[in-house]
């Protein structure tokens, strides 16, 4: 007998309308909300899109506000780092000035050092320390205080020069950085959001543990900017000074040139002049011995002529003497030609008197003959070593402003 099959459970109408309108409500319920997530995706997506471009539109204002931020600082220093440029070329060649001037000193200082060895070689009395001798001193120590003015100031050019390297170094570096930084955010700022080689880059939204704030960036180029210009002012007015020192110690050095070849002149004129006076009395000298010379000859013959009275006398005194008897009388011409005798001796020993002096004063004479002529010599000589010797040197002398 076959198996009697149970059927499905049944619905009543009732059932089955309300299932129907149930799924119409919620799949109603679903779509509505289905519909209002679409709207919603879609505002909050234009919203998001428009946020989006609002945003790029401000990034690419901030790029814009950025670069014309660093444009400005880089003129900034370009400007400077012109003006720092010019004043090391600058210094530069005020440095090269003070150079030349410090080498143009040495021939002057070996003239005038030579000129007081020259000097030494003069003889006796005319070793004096006279005017000369005083304004070479001095222009020796004249020359060596420029020497030593102008190494100091050689040397605070070159250190300022190096300061000046220094800002500039700083410039460069500070505008290289700024190029790079322009290059870097113009590149940025040029970005689409169709270019190509963009991709996502992971940890990029932290911020860099080595990054500075703005006002610290703009205070470092602030800062590189006012060092340079006080670097500049330094240089400026370490150039001033330069020009003044050369001036003066070139002023100082033609002074002192010109007070000793002034006492040289002098002192030549001077030795001339008693060099003549010299001479004349020399001339004088010798004519002086000539007529002694002549004055003792004289003597001598007028001593030798009597001989022959003294002779006449003494031998007629003598003859007498052999009268015989009563006329050996001592009669008027026994006392004349004793009187004669006497006188003659008288005579001799005046003239020998008279030819002693002469030939004493010859002897002094000849003696100031070699004196005066020593002295001419030493005058010479004298003459040779300032006129000659030092003031042929001191013609090269040529004291040039730097």
Request: charged share 35%.
């Amino acid at each position: 007998m076959a198996k009697l099959v149970q059927p499905p459970t049944r619905f009543t109408h009732q059932e089955w309308t309300t299932s129907n309108l149930t799924k119409y409500a919620n799949a109603e319920t679903e779509r509505q909300a289905a519909e209002r997530l679409v709207e919603e995706s879609k505002r909050l997506a234009n919203e998001r899109e428009k946020r989006t471009e609002k945003t790029q539109k401000d990034v690419n204002k901030k790029f814009q506000q950025r670069l014309d931020d660093i444009h400005y600082w880089k003129k900034e220093l370009e400007d400077k780092l012109s003006d720092i440029t010019v004043e090391i070329d600058n210094l530069q060649a005020f440095k090269t000035r003070v150079e030349k001037a410090l080498e143009s000193t040495n021939e002057p200082l070996h003239i005038a050092k030579q000129c007081l060895m020259n000097r030494e070689k003069r003889k006796q009395i005319d070793l004096v320390h006279d005017d000369v001798q005083k304004e070479l001193i001095k222009e020796v120590e004249t020359i060596e205080g420029v020497q030593t003015l102008l190494k100091r100031t050689l040397e605070q050019a070159i250190e300022q020069i190096r300061l000046n390297r220094k800002a500039k170094f700083q410039m460069e570096k500070d505008l290289k950085d700024k190029f790079t930084a322009v290059a870097i955010d113009e590149y940025c700022e040029n970005l689409r959001n169709n270019s190509p080689s963009l991709g996502f880059k992971e940890g990029v939204t932290k911020i860099e543990s080595n990054s500075v704030s703005p006002e610290d960036w703009q205070n470092f180029s602030n800062a590189n900017i006012l060092m340079t210009e006080r670097e500049r002012q330094s240089s400026v007015e370490l150039r001033s000074l330069v020009d003044g020192i050369l001036q003066q110690t070139t002023n100082d050095m033609r002074k002192q040139c010109s007070d000793v070849n002034l006492a040289f002149n002098k002192r030549i004129a001077e030795t001339k002049d008693a060099k003549s006076k010299l001479e004349d009395h020399l001339n004088k000298v010798i004519a002086q011995i000539k007529e002694m010379e002549e004055n003792i000859a004289r003597l001598k013959i007028a001593i030798a002529d009597k001989e022959q009275p003294m002779k006449l006398a003494q031998t007629r005194l003598d003859t007498r003497k052999n009268r015989p008897s009563v006329e050996l009388c001592r009669d008027p011409v026994q006392y004349k030609l004793i009187e004669e005798v006497h006188e003659i001796n008288a005579s001799i020993e005046q003239l020998q008197d008279r030819l002693k002096d002469a030939q004493d004063s010859l002897k002094g004479l000849i003696r100031k003959q070699l004196s005066l002529e020593e002295d001419i010599e030493v005058k010479s000589n004298t003459l040779f070593i300032d006129e000659v010797e030092c003031m042929g040197m001191r013609k090269s002398i040529n004291i040039q402003h730097f």
